[in-house]
């Protein structure tokens, strides 16, 4: 009885908490949006229903994968979920409550309490929940792709559970596209040798990447177009610590010491554990649990991704479960039974870790990543204070503006989506790279679309990529490169505003 109301109490909190952090990050920063990427996720889904003729699924973006943005589609039909980024939060809260179901009913009692517990009382983990961001649906359903491979590798069932979960994961994030090859083995020594079994199970488990592969070849004409895309391809590169493997493995396993304190080594033990006594079943879907962290490495090296809290958070479900694993374990070895405290290894775990989660919870009340002045980063996943920033200067930059009907042409840099969030705009009052090739002929002729132009005071460095990119036509390039096209510009547009190295024109009546 104390196990079922200590389950119903975690997983009613699962919803009390991120939402009751949403109100109190919204009061605060007038967002929930913890970086410009989430602001970004949610322009994405509503250019999908809320861009007038230029609205579809085209829009579904080139380089993040789509299925969180159609995830958050039926919450943004509504503007005040969209404006405030609740209709992430609402998502988030959804995803984590069947995360920690999971968890629940991966581990016994009462290691699954302890486990759940921690999961839900970190605060990257809730940012990541209440903040929209792909982070969590991805949590999600690696957890509940583990979780039927175990019931596979055990009793040969849920296969087709264990398919769809890998079939949706590599539609979220890029860290699933090494499970499909992880699991496939399995399945075919499974299937023993039948091969008109083994081939339609290898397709559907990748026919998510083939999907994706084919989206781009179609909309893009190039099936990479993901990666090659010019916004990937020249802002990927900064980490100062790239091509050394040495400065990687420090680099990453520091930030994973900030984050998660003791468990780490708790999980390791138990992956050591499961692995001297063959558990397998157990042992193989806690590995597929941690994949994303050896991605990230791997990334790292190759100077692709980053050192954001968000991607440790992948496999924060399998170091917590490995640890408490060990404990499960170690509590029913013959030789430590007579050891009486080996029972309270569980509730030890829980208040080693306790000083690390205090001190995680200090980037609630500064709004940044708290390792920050620790670890030389080269930039911050959570930066409220940034996204704030962002949302004045706009709003402060428009004030005493009537926007209720107009049109404005914008550089397309990613955090001038913010725009659309600072003055409650829809896309389908901004013309940008959404718009499709229709773009072009309004940064050719901006006077006979746009009510107002945004430019910045000088070029740049995403201006030469554009430029490229929009055949020679990239508005901003021109205005600052052409005279002639200055000068028409000019002719049709006054300036009413400078401020903050930004320019605000308005069209002359």
């Not at 990230?296 to 399998?318: D, E, M, P, T």
């Not at 229709?438 to 006979?448: G, N, S, T, Y």
């Not at 028409?488 to 002359?508: A, D």
């Amino acid at each position: 009885m104390i196990e079922k109301w200590l389950k119903i109490g975690i997983l009613i909190s699962s919803l009390v908490l991120p939402l009751t952090l949403a109100f109190f990050i919204y009061d605060t920063y007038q967002t929930t949006a913890s970086c410009l990427d989430a602001l970004s996720h949610l322009y994405i889904a509503k250019n999908v229903i809320d861009n007038g003729e230029n609205s579809g699924i085209k829009n579904l973006g080139t380089v993040w994968l789509p299925l969180y943005h159609i995830s958050l589609i039926p919450f943004i039909f509504s503007n005040q979920l969209y404006f405030t980024g609740f209709a992430g939060t609402i998502l988030g809260s959804i995803l984590l409550f069947f995360t920690v179901f999971l968890i629940l009913s991966f581990l016994p009692f009462p290691e699954n309490i302890f486990a759940s517990l921690l999961f839900i009382l970190h605060p990257y983990l809730l940012i990541a929940t209440v903040t929209p961001m792909t982070e969590i649906l991805a949590i999600f359903l690696l957890l509940f792709t583990t979780y039927h491979l175990h019931q596979f590798l055990k009793d040969g069932r849920g296969m087709g559970r264990l398919g769809i979960g890998v079939v949706l994961g590599t539609l979220t994030r890029y860290e699933f596209y090494p499970i499909p090859f992880l699991i496939l083995p399995f399945l075919i020594l499974r299937k023993k040798g039948n091969w008109r079994k083994i081939i339609p199970t290898v397709l559907f488990l990748f026919s998510g990447i083939f999907f994706w592969l084919i989206w781009n070849q179609l909309l893009f004409a190039d099936p990479l177009f993901f990666f090659r895309h010019p916004v990937t391809k020249d802002t990927a590169g900064k980490l100062i610590y790239a091509q050394s493997l040495r400065k990687v493995v420090y680099f990453n396993l520091s930030i994973l010491k900030e984050l998660f304190g003791i468990l780490p080594f708790f999980s390791l033990l138990g992956i050591a554990f499961l692995s001297i006594k063959r558990k397998f079943h157990l042992l193989l879907p806690l590995l597929l649990l941690i994949t994303p962290f050896f991605t990230h490495l791997f990334l790292a090296y190759q100077n692709i991704s980053l050192g954001y809290a968000r991607f440790f958070l992948l496999s924060f479900a399998g170091i917590l479960l490995s640890s408490f694993l060990f404990c499960r374990e170690i509590t029913n070895l013959a030789l430590l039974k007579k050891f009486k405290v080996i029972r309270f290894l569980p509730l030890i775990i829980f208040i080693l870790y306790l000083p690390t989660l205090k001190e995680n919870y200090s980037v609630l009340k500064v709004g940044k990543n708290h390792y920050q002045h620790k670890i030389n980063l080269p930039d911050l996943d959570v930066n409220y204070q940034k996204v704030n920033y962002y949302l004045k200067t706009f709003r402060n930059l428009f004030s005493n503006m009537d926007l209720t009907s107009a049109h404005l042409l914008i550089p397309f840099n990613q955090e001038f989506q913010t725009i659309s969030f600072a003055l409650r705009l829809t896309p389908e009052q901004l013309f940008d790279p959404y718009d499709g090739e229709f773009i072009l002929k309004v940064m050719e002729k901006p006077w006979e679309f746009c009510d107002n132009l945004l430019l910045t005071d000088t070029l740049t460095p995403f201006c030469p990529i554009f430029q490229k990119y929009y055949q020679g036509k990239y508005f901003l390039f021109l205005f600052w490169q052409d005279e002639e096209y200055q000068k028409t510009i000019l002719n049709h547009f006054s300036l009413v505003k400078k401020e903050n190295g930004l320019r605000l024109y308005q069209k002359v009546r």
